[in-house]
């Protein structure tokens, strides 16, 4: 039996279960008074380290124990709300139902930014930084760079460097000191659209949000994601040489599909995450690689790395 599978059903059972209960009205239940306790997560996988080294029932039973006692803990603490909670529904909304019918929050304000394309700008990076957002990124622009954003956290800015002939931009969440609050998650959208022409370094850094990246109609070297709690759903273009392609998360679900006639190599490091690589054989050494990766001269890599997460790399 593998622990790791076992931990991962138990707690998502305990969030299904706290969905439901809460969605047909039996418990109220506040995620902004669990959200607080989030470094319970890295108590849960270093344990499960430790445990899994026994290599015997004693092993298992004390990593499924621990597990079922936090989240026994964390159950009752999502009943209990905190002085933040007053007021609010039990969805951690602030009362607006009409918004909450529609769909759609009132943003608190809305910015466009953009920069420039110069024809001679063959490479380029992207930095990106932010929580409590969701950020999409398809389609093409003129421009190097053009960003709608549509806010009711923080703010945005854009600075541009050129660095060895590469321009590199980065697009940041300004730096506050106020504390931000999980169940005021309206949070930020950004729309980004790229430059096709540049061969593109990309590099996202979100606390908390979501990602979706259709990549395929650019050109891209690498890719890096890191996030804490979060969700990427990436589709990646065909690599014009080698592609290194890394992800480094908390609780995440990441998705990443590749082109089917793309030769691709996948390395994990996780502790109780689950994965999915349909189409992909695994190999000796733990990776997983398509039946052509060995010859390709054209080739992707990705590397995952997660704690309680869920990954999936799928071929399209």
Not at 174 to 183: H, V
Not at 229 to 258: N, Q, R
Request: hydrophobic share 40%.
């Amino acid at each position: 039996m593998k622990t790791e599978k076992v931990i991962w059903g138990l707690v998502l059972i305990f969030i299904g279960v706290v969905f439901l209960l809460n969605n047909f009205g039996v418990i109220n239940f506040y995620w902004g008074s669990v959200w607080r306790f989030w470094p319970i997560i890295f108590v849960l996988i270093g344990a499960n380290m430790i445990f899994s080294r026994f290599n015997n029932l004693t092993g298992t039973i004390l990593s499924i124990g621990l597990t079922l006692t936090a989240l026994i803990f964390l159950g009752y603490q999502g009943t209990r709300p905190n002085r933040n909670d007053e007021g609010r529904s039990r969805f951690g909304f602030n009362g607006n139902l009409d918004k909450m019918k529609k769909g759609k929050p009132d943003w608190a304000s809305s910015n466009k930014f953009t920069e420039a394309y110069l024809s001679n700008a063959k490479y380029a990076e992207l930095n990106i930084g932010g929580g409590a957002t969701s950020f999409k990124m398809e389609g093409s622009t003129g421009n190097l760079f053009d960003a709608d954003v549509k806010q009711n956290v923080g703010s945005f800015t854009l600075g541009k460097i050129s660095k060895d002939s590469v321009e590199v931009l980065n697009f940041m969440m300004r730096d506050k000191k106020e504390r931000w609050n999980m169940d005021d998650m309206d949070g930020n959208e950004v729309r980004i659209k790229l430059n096709k022409n540049p061969i593109w370094k990309i590099g996202l850094e979100v606390g908390a949000g979501e990602t979706d990246f259709d990549l395929s109609g650019y050109k891209v070297s690498s890719l890096s994601l890191k996030g804490g709690v979060a969700s990427y759903k990436i589709k990646l273009p065909e690599p014009t040489a080698i592609m290194d392609v890394s992800a480094e998360t908390g609780v995440a679900d990441v998705s990443i599909e590749v082109p089917e006639v793309a030769a691709c190599r996948i390395t994990i490091e996780s502790g109780l995450s689950s994965k999915d690589f349909s189409g992909f054989d695994k190999q000796a050494d733990g990776s997983y690689q398509t039946s052509d990766y060995a010859s390709a001269s054209k080739k992707i890599n990705i590397h995952l790395k997660g704690g309680l997460s869920s990954f999936e790399v799928s071929r399209y």
